[in-house]
């Protein structure tokens, strides 16, 4: 079965720095266009940084310059690297998978991790 299992979530002060994972299983994970979208209370859910199966990247104008996306694909895992956090960066993030072709499209998730910036 799919899996999308994040970790590195966490309480962190502002400037500083986490580093999300998220170790995929069940697909063929080099196929697939990596996303790390977040949630904050009472706020739709926002896409943060995309990364392409041949490792072209593109990020939220909110985070540019601070985040960066990255992807193993020997070990089925992408990272999320967030430097200078700011309170504003509180939220849920969410890995995400996306197969977009022909007849069959697909779309995974995983469970959330919580990020939270606060002194």
């Known amino acids: 079965q799919v899996q999308l299992v994040e970790s590195g979530g966490g309480l962190v002060q502002p400037g500083g720095s986490l580093r999300l994972s998220c170790a995929a299983s069940?697909?063929?994970?080099?196929?697939?266009?990596m996303n790390w979208y977040r949630q904050a209370p009472g706020k739709e859910r926002e896409l943060v940084a995309a990364i392409t199966n041949t490792g072209s990247t593109n990020y939220a104008d909110s985070v540019k310059g601070r985040f960066a996306i990255s992807r193993d694909n020997a070990k089925n895992t992408v990272y999320l690297q967030m430097n200078s956090l700011k309170p504003e960066d509180t939220a849920v993030y969410y890995c995400?998978?996306?197969?977009?072709?022909?007849?069959?499209?697909?779309?995974?998730w995983g469970q959330g991790t919580q990020v939270t910036v606060s002194s």
């Open positions: 069940g697909f063929t994970f080099s196929s697939y266009f």
């Open positions: 995400n998978a996306k197969l977009q072709v022909m007849f069959t499209p697909k779309d995974y």
